[in-house]
């Protein structure tokens, strides 16, 4: 029988690991905060690695099968065909969409985010210099159309340039955005002239519907998609991930040459096992977290039907609406006092997060279940 990837209970992972999941809060506090997996790691990405550093491959990466297996992936997995020199590597999904925002606007210039929407969009914007500007999803956490087009001519109606972060899917809702939907988005950017950026690092785990490449959809073109495979692997902590310029992409956007020289090496050799051979582990670990849904869905109707929880179309994230507990716009706040468990605050996601939180499906059932545990002991406690 194949063991579990998602597996384990809290003392366990405790004592594996030594990152910033396990190790910022206090030891009595369960962390299902920061994007990361519990899951015992992929087998040919621990043999890529290890075999790298026995040998003592560990200089400047030359990039060529990093790119290769990242065309050969999307070709795969989507049907998404990238011409191999539009792909630049870089040192992770961050930094490269914040050089691309450099390139792409001006000092103070506008970037659109649509929240609810990953958080460290807010800081890494604030850190290149640029303005937040607000389109947030609809009631449906689906893009709202109207309003982009409304605020993309706001923002550009000075003559200021301007790009959109596009999270496709997005975290922290799970939304998947249909072609449709993406073609509509492109359509609407290019009229305004705004550059989208489309970050695409949780594509690999999608439970329904589709995930479609916003640069592969009509108009697209013009954009640039960012993508890696330190989400769905769990392999954050080996830098890379490489950014796909569109086809008809103003030349603004081609980055320089130097910023190749930020993507680990060992990253790139653990991102190459990941995509060519890590199929049947994403695989496995998607149909865990998919039971995990179920799960969380089952426990929280039968203990915490005040919350409002639709399963995630994809991630392995689960946006949930604690609005009718009335414990304000912070509820993770009070469910770290009163249940010791760390979940992300709804609000660090943008305004339309006031009063929810954001829960963290990628580990073992026995800690979805007593995280919901202490989420019900904390509704006793006042
Ligand atoms: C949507 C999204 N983009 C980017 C990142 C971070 O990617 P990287 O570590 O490659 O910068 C995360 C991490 O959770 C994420 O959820």
């Not at 922290?172 to 290019?190: R, Y």
């Not at 995990?292 to 109707?301: E, F, I, S, V």
């Amino acid at each position: 029988m194949t063991s579990r990837i998602l597996d384990g209970d809290a003392a366990g992972w405790r004592s594996k690991r030594t990152g910033v999941k396990w190790g910022h809060h206090p030891p009595d506090v369960l962390p299902l905060w920061v994007a990361e997996m519990d899951a015992a790691p992929c087998e040919p990405v621990v043999e890529a690695v290890s075999a790298a550093l026995r040998r003592g491959d560990t200089g400047y990466p030359l990039g060529h099968d990093f790119v290769d297996a990242a065309v050969a992936y999307a070709a795969q997995t989507w049907s998404w065909t990238i011409e191999p020199s539009r792909v630049t590597p870089v040192t992770d999904v961050m930094v490269g969409l914040s050089e691309l925002v450099r390139l792409v606007t001006d000092p103070g210039g506008p970037v659109v985010v649509s929240p609810p929407v990953y958080n460290a969009f807010f800081d890494f914007i604030d850190m290149t210099g640029r303005r937040v500007v607000d389109a947030a999803l609809d009631a449906e956490h689906r893009l709202d159309l109207a309003v982009l087009d409304r605020t993309f001519g706001e923002v550009t109606a000075g003559g200021e340039r301007a790009a959109y972060l596009l999270c496709n899917p997005q975290n922290p809702t799970g939304t998947v955005h249909t072609a449709a939907e993406l073609e509509a988005l492109a359509e609407i950017a290019n009229r305004h002239g705004v550059v989208v950026i489309a970050d695409e690092i949780h594509a690999p785990i999608v439970h329904e519907g589709a995930f479609t490449p916003f640069v592969s959809v009509p108009g697209g073109e013009r954009g640039v998609s960012l993508m890696s495979a330190s989400k769905a692997w769990n392999l954050a902590g080996l830098k890379a991930a490489v950014t796909v310029t569109g086809a008809e992409a103003r030349d603004d956007l081609t980055l320089h040459e130097v910023h190749t020289h930020g993507a680990s090496h060992l990253g790139q050799i653990a991102a190459v096992a990941a995509w060519t051979d890590g199929r049947e582990w994403l695989a496995r670990v998607t149909a865990e977290i998919d039971a995990n849904r179920a799960l969380l869905g089952r426990l929280l109707a039968q203990d915490l039907p005040q919350i409002g929880y639709a399963a995630p179309a994809a991630t392995y994230l689960a946006w949930l609406d604690c609005r009718a507990l009335g414990w304000g716009d912070d509820p993770a706040a009070v469910l770290r006092e009163r249940g010791r468990v760390a979940l992300s605050p709804g609000l660090s996601f943008g305004d339309a997060g006031r009063g929810f939180v954001r829960f963290n499906l990628a580990t073992s059932p026995g800690i979805v279940t007593e995280a919901v545990e202490r989420m019900v002991r904390s509704t006793r406690e006042s």
